[in-house]
């Protein structure tokens, strides 16, 4: 089984992720990947998103088996280009193409559950203003745009908002009929 837990920056995928896998040690965790980029920015960009989706994407379709919860996948990185196309700022060639689009299907094809963390205003997550809180907002309305195509290929997609233990029920009761 493969688990994507989507969502912009500060939307408790990694509390999330590792409630799941305190629950779940069977799974193995693959982490952000901005953690595994060399001399990344502070402020992530254009180019940082790409690498970070060639990373995510790779790691799906290498991963040989068993089970698996992901932070962020390919989508995550095509929500974060189109958020910065949709506000404006530079992509210097980081916008979504069909190419980008086709990797993205390919690496979801194996993926059997997307757990999506959407901002609403009952989760009550405090984020500081550093945090680019309009790129956080256009990135989440980008992402929800994507789990809504045809690039999720067969995978379930659950929305999962509520507090830490709640959200951890919702992805269990969103994989046990997959089990």
């Known amino acids: ?15 999330l992720i590792s409630d799941f896998a305190g629950r779940h040690p069977d799974f193995e965790v693959f982490g952000d990947v901005y953690e595994l980029l060399d001399d990344a920015p502070d402020e992530p960009d254009a180019a940082t998103f790409a690498a970070q989706f060639v990373i ?37 060639g980081g916008t979504p193409t069909q190419r980008l689009l086709d990797r993205a299907a390919a690496a979801m094809a194996g993926v059997d559950v997307v757990a999506v963390l959407p901002l609403n205003d009952r989760d009550l997550i405090e984020v ?29 997609v659950v929305e999962i908002t509520g507090d830490p233990s709640d959200r951890v029920a919702a992805l269990e009761a969103a994989i046990a009929h997959l089990w």
């Open 1 to 15: 089984m493969r688990i994507v837990v989507s969502g912009t920056h500060a939307s408790g995928k990694s509390t």
């Open 56 to 92: 995510s994407a790779e790691r799906l379709e290498d991963h040989d088996g068993g089970q698996l919860i992901v932070e962020r996948g390919p989508l995550d990185f095509l929500a974060y280009l189109e958020a910065l196309e949709r506000l404006g700022r530079p992509t210097r």
């Open 128 to 156: 500081s203003a550093d945090e680019d809180l309009e790129l956080r907002v256009a990135m989440n309305d980008a992402l929800l745009d994507y789990v809504d195509t045809d690039l999720i290929g067969a995978a379930s």
